[in-house]
């Protein structure tokens, strides 16, 4: 499967990052993005302030979701509480040859996306730490690396394009292998993002500073017991062993990285709290199991976005 017409829709750290990467090879990428990062990327291209190279990278940039008619391939990095209205807003114009692949968190998105839309729709497991300063420029901290998958039963013409994604991914510098359970590597990732992305957020602090205390360490831990007990009623296995030493690894790999909470809550911005601790909270209420860990974090971060605070 080739991939000549690529869309990145959401131009947030994550969609600049994999996006920038594949314009940088000269890949035919254009962002869908807000008016004035759009404006911004237009007349001054995407900086690309990277571990191992520093450039200014020339983009294309809209916020007409009308350009996405001859999609081959769109990158979903929308904020997940904005699933649901980007892709009521782009079914009627996207045609169903397009592929689109997920770069989002938490493991709720591609049930949502597959009740609006009909394209394909397959799942990506991101690792990157990033973010945004000003318009136009994305700032990496560390790693950059994808697997991909589909939650349904995979056909040949699934294989298929997945493989093309390996492939288009893995020629601009971007590992990228499809993981034969996706869904767990799901979780794996909904896991550090529930163990990290509130309590930085909270503390508008970095991962490499979290774990420096030893009662964030506990709190870590015991939101994570928590994490597999809802886990485990969700079909998902994962030991406490492996959950630790995922955990440890975003602290060691991820050092200066803030979470995008942290970055939301600085700016003024919703959070996607309720697609991570709030929905282990909420699968907890369903399954009738107490989750006070993630309960509190999950309220602290409600109330720092809250414009009554």
């Known amino acids: 499967m080739i991939y000549k017409k690529i869309y990145v829709l959401g131009a947030g750290a994550v969609g600049c990052f994999f996006g920038g990467m594949l ?3 000269h890949h035919d990428v254009t ?33 007409n979701i009308a350009l996405l008619e001859d999609a081959d391939l769109v990158l979903l990095s929308v904020k997940s509480l904005d699933t649901e209205d980007t892709l009521t807003q782009i079914k009627s114009v996207l045609p169903s040859k397009a592929v689109v692949l997920s770069l989002q968190n938490g493991v709720a998105n591609i049930d949502i996306a597959s009740n609006i839309i009909s394209s394909p729709i397959y799942a990506a497991v991101v690792y990157v730490a990033a973010g945004m300063i000003g318009q136009r420029t994305m700032k990496h901290h560390g790693r950059g690396e994808l697997l991909v998958g589909s939650l349904s ?3 040949p013409i699934d294989d298929i394009n997945l493989q093309g994604i390996c492939k288009l991914f893995d020629e601009v510098g971007v590992p990228c292998s499809v993981a034969p359970q996706i869904k767990r590597e799901m979780w794996l990732k909904f896991l550090v993002n529930c163990s990290f992305n509130a309590i930085s957020g909270i503390g508008q602090i970095s991962y490499g500073q979290m774990v420096k205390s030893p009662g964030i360490v506990k709190l870590i831990q015991e ?7 809802i886990a ?21 790999t991820m050092l200066t990285q803030v979470s995008s909470t942290a970055q939301d809550l600085a700016k003024g911005k919703r959070t996607e709290i309720d697609f991570l601790n709030g929905y282990i909270v909420q699968l907890g209420k369903r399954h009738g199991i107490p989750t006070p860990y993630n ?4 309220a602290l971060v409600k109330m720092m976005e809250s414009p009554t605070k």
Do not use: W
């Open 295 to 298: 309960e509190s974090v999950y």
């Open 31 to 63: 962002f869908i993005a807000r008016p004035k990062r759009a404006e911004a990327l237009n007349e001054c291209g995407l900086e690309m302030d990277c571990k191992t190279f520093h450039e200014t990278v020339q983009v294309k940039a809209s916020s």
């Open 223 to 229: 939101i994570t017991r928590e994490f597999l007990a």
């Open 232 to 252: 485990a009623l969700e079909d998902v296995k994962i030991t406490l062993s492996e959950a630790l030493a995922a955990n440890d690894s975003i602290a060691t």
């Open 23 to 25: 314009a940088r090879a």
């Open 153 to 155: 039963s995979t056909s």
